[in-house]
């Protein structure tokens, strides 16, 4: 059991009997003698994926969620679900279509990811900060290119759209950032 004291950001606590990520907390000191310290939390319910907000009063217990992060391995798409495995247990895991698509042009057969598990089941997926991926698909190499950002499109081995710099080839490999999906850099 945990009060407010402990909240803060990648905590997972339990609201309404699932499992939500704490996003941010921000605290709010009281207006009036007396008064309790305000907690205002941003949160992702990890079965719904929503993000909702919540306060909580200083000295509030918090339950802490039933969740556990282990590491595991993608192993192939199977249709709109992917199949991970737990590196522990070897146990494999089906994924459904609503948690792959944020994260599906950033796998690759193979790729280690930090599995959450609430109750048994898989509820996050958690991804490396950055993936290499190879680029199969872009226009030429713009001559002349200037010194400034001119960008182009690309398609990587995942299906994945990309801007990158006007200099790279098909065949190069780029690094991509997985919280927003931009480039990096050359790999």
């Given at each position: 059991?945990?009060?407010?004291?402990?909240?803060?950001?990648?905590?997972?606590?339990q609201i309404d009997k699932a499992p939500c990520l704490v996003l941010e907390v921000t605290s709010q000191s009281p207006s009036a003698r007396g008064g309790n310290t305000l907690f205002k939390t941003k949160y992702r319910n990890l079965l719904t994926g929503q993000v909702l907000e919540k306060a909580f009063k200083g000295g509030d217990r918090i339950d802490e969620a039933d969740f556990e992060k282990r590491k595991g391995q993608f192993l192939y798409l199977s249709g709109a679900e992917g199949v991970f495995m737990d590196l522990a247990s070897y146990e494999q895991y089906e994924i459904g279509r609503e948690m792959m698509e944020p994260i599906q042009g950033y796998l690759l057969e193979g790729m280690e990811v930090q599995l959450g598990f609430f109750q048994g089941n898989v509820v996050s997926i958690e991804l490396p900060l950055t993936v290499e991926l190879k680029v199969t698909e872009t226009p030429p190499v713009i001559k002349h290119a200037t010194a400034t950002a001119q960008t182009k499109e690309a398609i990587l081995e995942t299906g994945m759209r990309l801007q990158v710099p006007s200099y790279l080839e098909t065949g190069e490999k780029v690094k991509v950032d997985t919280r927003d999906g931009r480039f990096i850099s050359r790999a």
């Open positions: 059991m945990a009060t407010t004291a402990d909240l803060k950001r990648n905590l997972v606590i």
